[in-house]
């Protein structure tokens, strides 16, 4: 094997086995920047050595073990100083002697310790922007490098908001466990935004040149994912799988031959990847199947969520994942349930108001009742302060009223919203359509 | 980037009604679960034995069909994964992780599904010049300013 086939190898190990690794380091050192320095330090060791040895049978058990001993090599150093690390030092250094497999003492069937690793990433005391990079270096065994190029920003940048995350986590004696209770709600809510937040910057990337960066979509699908099968008792979990399974199945139908973006309704839905539609409507299922039986049936001991109401009301994400469904299911755009969109948004605007979830419901009335309804909820809208700079509020408009035979008031809002947005290929099609508006049919 | 993982056919997967091994099964769907944890499995099917199965083949406009069972069995499929991973090598590490069901030998073998990326969104050698050419402009006017 030759030594860049070999890094490539101890890369995928990386990948498959860090955050279990950093997850149970963690649990062990109570402290997850240490936690993962130690991981680091033996993924350079392993760089080091595997290429003399060769990979060794089970690396994933080599790794944690070269970790631990790092760990117990730096608590005896430090055991003079804190009486605590002492007794650290000696539980590690006696399970290593009574647990023949190193791996073991480590293993974590049920992955606890992951699911604490991802509440520890995601807690709310860190800024959204921090919860993303430490999320996608903890749990995605991402490298510094590969976050920064996903997020277009400086390294060094990313690699001080992953320093300063940690600390933060340290000072603030933020705890390594699940939590339970009136917290639930909140720090779950936390660990969702920050997997949507980042599939979203990959899917309708908010600057630069390309409309899609695939990888970040692929990283939170897999986050997601996993916390699918951690947490899965969670219908909001299921909801935003659903939800980004859904959305990612049109990747291949939204992007033009040359790079211009393709409108949903104008989108070859023979492009849409029916695999990920149908898990989509999967994750869809099984989140309604929780909620249509969480009031009925004893829950699962693992199930972290507060105690359901008896009325089971969707969530944001699986009613976000029920609208895409409703897309996802249409043959053609003809064949939309516009009126159920309609009362899904509704039901959405009712949970979460949000001037932005209005302005959608709007597209969905237009579609439902005419572009007349819809444009005089726009309007009422454009009073908003707060989508002052949002360049969809000006494109829906114009929409409308061109579709009113508005033409001349069409061309000013699109020209607006082409001003508002960063994306250069989405100011390119605005552009195109404020030209359009000059010639108005007769 | 996504990979198609084809397990390839052995004598026991071809034989018709083949009862499979209890523990071979345990240890299959102990593989399976680690990777729908690890948000690595798409899919996966199971595919009966070619004596089930037929072959269309195709010379000019000629189409003759061929029924199984086939007889070059290592070359046959028993069944495929879709797997969505970040590498070729960790699409070898997650196969060298399942279990080998079968008592003889047999093979599974690992190959990259298309991606949109993989057609670069039709940009021609014109495109790409003239955006080099702009992108260099912008440059020298902002350094004259």
Redesign the interface.
């Known amino acids: 094997m030759s030594a860049t086939?070999l890094h490539?190898?101890i890369?995928?190990?990386w990948?498959?086995e860090s955050a279990r690794v950093i997850a149970g380091l963690t649990r062990l050192t109570r402290d997850v920047g240490l936690a993962e320095d130690l991981a680091q330090e033996a993924l350079l060791a392993a760089l080091e050595q595997w290429p003399q040895t060769g990979v060794p049978d089970n690396p994933a058990a080599w790794l944690t073990a070269t970790a631990k001993r790092r760990a117990i090599d730096l608590f005896r150093r430090n055991a003079v100083a804190k009486r605590k690390h002492e007794d650290l030092a000696r539980d590690l250094a006696t399970l290593e002697q009574t647990v023949p497999d190193l791996n073991s003492t480590l293993d974590d069937p049920i992955?606890d310790d992951l699911l604490r690793l991802v509440f520890i990433s995601c807690h709310p005391i860190l800024s959204t922007e921090s919860r993303a990079a430490l999320s996608l270096r903890l749990l995605g065994g991402l490298t510094t490098a590969e976050i920064a190029r996903a997020f277009l920003t400086p390294e060094p940048t990313i690699a001080q908001r992953i320093v300063r995350a940690k600390r933060t986590l340290a000072e603030k004696h933020i705890p390594f466990e699940v939590p339970r209770g009136p917290e639930v709600a909140a720090r779950l809510s936390s660990v969702l935004e920050v997997i949507y937040l980042i599939f979203n910057e990959g899917y309708s990337a908010t600057a630069g040149d390309d409309l899609i960066r695939?990888t970040l979509c692929?990283d939170a699908?897999?986050?997601?994912?996993?916390l699918a099968?951690?947490t899965p008792q969670e219908p909001e979990v299921h909801g935003l799988v659903a939800l980004m399974e859904i959305q990612a199945s049109r990747?291949?139908a939204r992007?033009?031959?040359?790079?211009e973006p393709i409108l949903l309704l104008d989108q070859n839905r023979a492009h849409w990847d029916l695999?990920l539609i149908r898990?989509g409507l999967a994750a869809i299922d099984r989140a309604t199947n929780i909620l249509n039986t969480s009031s009925t049936t004893n829950r699962s001991p693992t199930d972290i969520s507060p105690a359901p109401k008896n009325n089971p009301t969707r969530g944001p994400y699986l009613l976000q994942a029920e609208i895409a469904a409703c897309h996802a299911r249409a043959h053609t755009p003809e064949a939309t349930d516009w009126p159920r969109i309609v009362s899904l948004y509704t039901e959405l605007a009712h949970l979460t108001p949000s001037p932005v979830i209005e302005l959608n419901r709007a597209v969905a009335v237009s579609m439902a009742n005419g572009p007349q309804a819809a444009l005089d909820l726009v309007e009422a809208l454009a009073t908003d302060p707060s989508l002052d700079r949002y360049h969809l509020l000006p494109s829906v408009r114009a929409d409308l009223l061109y579709k009113l035979g508005r033409h001349h008031e069409a061309r000013t809002q699109f020209e607006l919203a082409a001003s508002l947005t960063q994306n250069t290929r989405e100011r390119v099609l605005l552009l195109t359509r404020a030209a359009s508006c000059r010639t108005p049919p007769r | 980037?996504r990979f198609m993982v084809i397990v390839k056919a052995t004598p026991e997967s071809e034989q018709e009604c083949a009862l499979p091994d209890p523990q071979g099964v345990a240890d299959m769907n102990k593989s399976t679960d680690e990777l729908?944890?690890?948000?690595?499995l798409?899919?996966y099917e199971g595919l009966h034995p070619s004596s089930k199965g037929a072959r269309v083949h195709f010379s000019g406009k000629n189409r003759t069909v061929i029924d199984g069972p086939f007889a070059e069995t290592k070359e046959l499929v028993a069944g495929f994964m879709?797997w969505?991973?970040?590498?070729l090598?960790?699409a070898?590490?997650?196969v060298k992780r399942s279990p080998n069901c079968h008592a003889g030998e047999s093979e599974v073998e690992i190959r990259q599904v298309f991606?949109?990326?993989d057609f670069a969104?039709?940009?021609s050698e014109e495109?790409i010049q003239q955006e080099k050419e702009i992108r260099a402009q912008l440059a020298d006017q902002a350094a004259k300013k």
Request: glycine letters at 12%; zero cysteines.
């Open positions: 086939d490539r190898t890369e995928a190990v990948r498959i992955g695939p692929e699908l897999r986050l997601g994912r996993i099968e951690l990747t291949r992007i033009g031959p040359t790079g695999l898990r | 980037m729908i944890k690890a948000g690595v798409l899919s879709l969505q991973v970040k590498s090598e960790e070898i590490e997650w991606e949109p990326e969104y039709g940009f495109d």
